[in-house]
């Protein structure tokens, strides 16, 4: 990524590169797409084109990417496009589902890895406040749920309630401290809540789930 100029990290004493925390993000993000087969050479054209087409201001490390049929699409906000062909997506409900019906008072009998799986489903429907209400009732019956306060805080984050996310990823780690992925999003909001050091302090943790596994 240096090397093709996506990135300009400084050099150290020894010549080494140093990178920043918003390159970290970056390369995270091309690692994951990478892992969801699509092709270097598209991963870094891709970013090429953000380079150019992100508003001043903004930098590569705030949009989110994700890989859907092979394509890398992007997400700053609200608004979702394909960086490769500039062509924008709307939000829709896949395959004409019939849209969920808001939940009630969650069913006693019911089990919280239900009412998470169920969340999961809301979430990738794009019922964002549907998941947030599965992921609750799941903490209603089992408070300790650490996926279930995980799940919740990336549904808080998607809604724009960034300081619910950050309590409910703390409630995750309360019940699961080895939860790499909760400390990584908790670095993501505290950069962007302006918490440098909380920040560095959850990637550091982070990093070490990661060397453990």
């Given at each position: 990524?240096?090397?093709?100029?996506?990135?300009?990290?400084?050099?150290?004493?020894?010549?080494?590169?140093?990178?920043?925390?918003?390159?970290?993000?970056?390369?995270?993000s091309?690692?994951?797409?990478?892992?969801?087969?699509?092709p270097?050479?598209?991963?870094?054209?891709?970013?090429?084109?953000?380079?150019?087409?992100?508003?001043?201001?903004?930098?590569?490390?705030?949009?989110?990417?994700?890989?859907?049929?092979?394509?890398?699409?992007?997400?700053?906000?609200?608004?979702?496009?394909?960086?490769?062909?500039g062509?924008?997506?709307?939000?829709?409900?896949?395959?004409?589902?019939?849209?969920?019906?808001?939940?009630?008072?969650?069913?006693?009998?019911?089990?919280?890895?239900?009412?998470?799986?169920?969340?999961?489903?809301l979430?990738?429907?794009?019922?964002?406040?549907?998941?947030?209400?599965?992921?609750?009732?799941?903490?209603?019956?089992?408070?300790?749920?650490?996926?279930?306060?995980?799940?919740?805080?990336?549904a808080?984050?998607?809604?724009?309630?960034?300081?619910?996310?950050?309590?409910?990823?703390?409630?995750?780690?309360?019940?699961?401290?080895?939860?790499?992925?909760?400390?990584?999003?908790?670095?993501?909001?505290?950069?962007?809540?302006?918490?440098?050091?909380?920040?560095?302090?959850?990637?550091?943790?982070?990093?070490?789930?990661?060397?453990?596994?």
């Amino acid at each position: 990524m240096a090397r093709a100029g996506i990135l300009s990290p400084s050099r150290g004493p020894h010549h080494e590169y140093r990178f920043t925390f918003q390159d970290l993000v970056l390369l995270r993000s091309a690692r994951g797409l990478l892992d969801a087969q699509v092709p270097k050479r598209r991963v870094q054209r891709t970013l090429r084109l953000l380079v150019r087409q992100l508003t001043p201001g903004r930098s590569l490390s705030e949009v989110r990417l994700t890989a859907m049929d092979g394509q890398v699409v992007a997400q700053d906000g609200e608004t979702a496009w394909i960086p490769e062909s500039g062509q924008m997506m709307l939000a829709f409900v896949p395959g004409g589902a019939t849209p969920v019906e808001p939940l009630g008072r969650p069913d006693p009998t019911e089990s919280p890895d239900a009412m998470v799986n169920q969340g999961r489903m809301l979430q990738e429907l794009g019922d964002v406040a549907g998941a947030i209400r599965s992921y609750r009732a799941a903490l209603d019956l089992d408070p300790a749920h650490a996926i279930a306060a995980f799940n919740l805080g990336t549904a808080l984050d998607a809604a724009g309630l960034t300081d619910e996310a950050i309590a409910s990823y703390r409630r995750a780690l309360a019940g699961n401290p080895a939860l790499a992925d909760a400390h990584y999003n908790l670095s993501l909001l505290y950069q962007r809540t302006g918490h440098k050091l909380a920040a560095m302090v959850h990637l550091k943790r982070y990093q070490e789930q990661l060397a453990l596994h």
